[in-house]
Nanobody
Framework: VQLQASGGGLVQAGGSLRLSCATS????????MGWYRKAPGKQREWVMS???????TYEEFVKGRFTASRDNVKNTMFLQMNSLNPDDTGVYYC????????WGRGTQVTVSS
């Protein structure tokens, strides 16, 4: 199983980033997926989820700023993050929803004020 997030970086408050999640070893087109974040000093938490059909659910704090999408042909998921603020800082992971015990590589997002 591969769950590899990428696209993070350092951005100023108000900026944008687009994360990608490459997967293999799962039946992606039939699987609900999620984005998760581990902020400094906090436990990893759920950010949003997307069903195999593309229906999305977002954590209240990111609603209206983050938009997820997926490509069921390329087994890839995306997270467009707009209007970023310092509280969005953390390592972002992708996983199934509900998540598996296995966590792949995350991507660091740092938002400066």
């Amino acid at each position: 199983v591969q769950l590899q997030a990428s696209g993070g970086g350092l951005v100023q408050a108000g900026g944008s980033l687009r994360l990608s999640c490459a997967t293999s070893g799962i039946d992606f087109s039939l699987t609900s997926m999620g984005w998760y974040r581990k902020a400094p000093g906090k436990q990893r938490e759920w950010v949003m989820s997307i069903t195999n059909a593309g229906t999305t659910t977002y954590e209240e704090f990111v609603k209206g700023r983050f938009t997820a999408s997926r490509d069921n042909v390329k087994n890839t998921m995306f997270l467009q993050m707009n209007s970023l603020n310092p509280d969005d800082t953390g390592v972002y992971y992708c996983n199934t929803f509900p998540h598996r015990d296995f966590w792949g590589r995350g991507t660091q997002v740092t938002v400066s004020s």
